[in-house]
């Protein structure tokens, strides 16, 4: 089963720069979407017809949303604040959590799509990004005890060690690089959940998954490994390969990130 998560920066857009062929060649069973900014109806026309898709929404219009889609029917759906304990205040967590079962020759195995805040350091935007991540934290630990074979991936906006950014230094004090963040993802790992991507690319800096559209960081690879496949343990040992689908060049780039694709032996 090959599965695959990227945020598209707006499905709309990514499709009228080259989603389509991207995904016609992939190669993909599951698919993760976030920031797809638009309702259901459009982001299944836009992903094609011979997909299953779940979507949810965000409330505040061209904002956030997440998505999965699959070859095979998806079941058990399940979104947003009902997911994650219903502590949130809506709508500025809506758009950020979707889960889902897909079927597998050896059993289900659960897929969650996740878009978390970006957040500023020191405003009331932190306060909702931390919000977000105890409600994930919580949530982790319930799918845990339910399902042996699950995967939480997404734009998680948090890279998690110096090898995941390539500027570390300069952002020891930005949002997406604080040590309050990054120990989010440290009580993940120490709870069990496997980095896969990681897991599989070994201790090296890179590769990355997001870059600036601004400047040069792009083509001077300057940039961010912030998309990621948390697998539970039963799941992880199944992986067998992992790539970033890096565009060739920074005008073939149909968003700004780049799809996280792994291969699982299943």
Aim: charged letters at 25%.
């Amino acid at each position: 089963m090959r599965i695959a998560s990227v945020n598209v920066n707006g499905v709309r857009a990514a499709a009228k720069k080259g989603m389509h062929d991207w995904i016609a060649g992939s190669g993909c069973d599951v698919i993760a979407l976030q920031e797809v900014r638009a309702p259901l109806e459009t982001t299944a026309a836009l992903i094609g017809e011979d997909w299953h898709v779940v979507e949810q929404a965000c409330e505040i219009k061209g904002r956030a949303g997440v998505a999965i889609a699959s070859r095979t029917s998806l079941t058990d759906v399940l979104a947003g604040v009902d997911a994650l304990g219903g502590t949130m205040d809506e709508p500025v967590h809506t758009g950020r959590w979707i889960e889902a079962t897909v079927a597998s020759p050896s059993g289900p195995v659960r897929i969650v799509s996740v878009y978390m805040h970006s957040g500023t350091a020191g405003t009331p935007k932190m306060d909702d990004k931390y919000a977000m991540l105890d409600a994930m934290t919580d949530r982790l630990a319930v799918l845990r005890a339910e399902f042996d074979r699950v995967v939480v991936m997404g734009d998680i906006n948090i890279a998690h060690t110096e090898n995941d950014i390539k500027n570390w230094k300069g952002n020891l004090k930005s949002a997406g690089f604080l040590p309050e963040e990054r120990a989010y993802q440290d009580r993940w790992v120490d709870a069990g959940w496997v980095d896969v991507h990681r897991s599989l690319e070994g201790a090296k800096p890179g590769p990355y998954t997001w870059w600036s559209m601004r400047g040069q960081a792009f083509d001077n690879d300057a940039g961010w490994r912030i998309d990621y496949q948390y697998a539970s343990p039963q799941l992880a040992a199944k992986a067998t390969a992992v790539r970033v689908d890096r565009q060739a060049s920074w005008d073939s780039r149909w968003t700004d990130h780049a799809p996280l694709v792994v291969d699982y032996a299943l």
